[in-house]
């Protein structure tokens, strides 16, 4: 099955500087990656993904990038606030399978 | 509003006692999951359900029984033979067995 790593466990930035969580999986069959951020107590919300015919996606201040070959994915956040800090989630998917593999998190604090 | 809803916020849990979790989404997905996470651990699955009426166990399904007899709704029943059933619960749905999974605010179980 899918196995998904990432890195690292724990991201501290001071405010306005980027951050930067990276993952790698191994089944080449994936081709959905999306990010997922979750507050203290509350569900994982949805903020950007990536398909694999697409090498890299921006919204505002949040990017992803995918390399197909190498089998990895990053979430780059330029300009961190305060409100970024949270516990980030990468997953990756083959569409057909359905279920995500998630990685195991990283807990990321934007120091004002 | 539209979304995914999960009640109750909090549950406790008596030593030989079943348990049930409700989830109800107004947002006409097909797919519904179950997720069980732990502190700084990712998500893993425990059972999905593609379609009303069909579910699959995930990767952690011992312990645990679901029901889907409508497409809105999603329960998740804890039962004594769960001998670890600590954590944070989380459902979530996606439009299609392809599709992106949303999640819902979670319910905390804990033990007494």
Request: aromatic share 12%; with cysteine.
């Amino acid at each position: 099955g899918e196995n998904v790593e990432q890195h690292p466990s724990t991201l501290s930035v001071q405010e306005g500087d980027s951050a930067v969580i990276k993952c790698t999986y191994s089944d080449s069959a994936s081709n959905y990656f999306p990010w997922y951020k979750q507050e203290l107590g509350k569900g994982p919300q949805l903020i950007i993904d990536i398909r694999s015919n697409v090498g890299e996606k921006k919204d505002q201040r949040i990017a992803v990038t995918l390399n197909k070959t190498a089998k990895h994915f990053s979430l780059h956040i330029t300009e961190t606030q305060p409100e970024d800090s949270a516990v980030y989630f990468c997953a990756a998917r083959y569409t057909n399978a359905g279920k995500s593999t998630f990685g195991d998190g990283t807990t990321l604090t934007v120091k004002p | 509003d539209g979304g995914i809803t999960q009640s109750p916020k909090y549950l406790f849990r008596k030593e030989g006692q079943n348990v049930t979790l409700s989830c109800e989404q107004n947002l006409n997905h097909d797919a519904m999951y179950w997720y069980r996470q732990d502190p700084g651990q990712g998500l893993r699955l425990i059972y999905y359900s593609q379609i009303v009426n069909d579910f699959q166990k995930g990767d952690i399904a011992e312990g645990y029984s679901v029901s889907r007899e409508k497409k809105e709704s999603f329960p998740l029943t804890v039962t004594s033979a769960q001998k670890n059933p600590t954590a944070f619960y989380l459902c979530a749905s996606s439009p299609s067995w392809a599709g992106t999974q949303y999640f819902g605010p979670g319910t905390r179980l804990l033990v007494l």
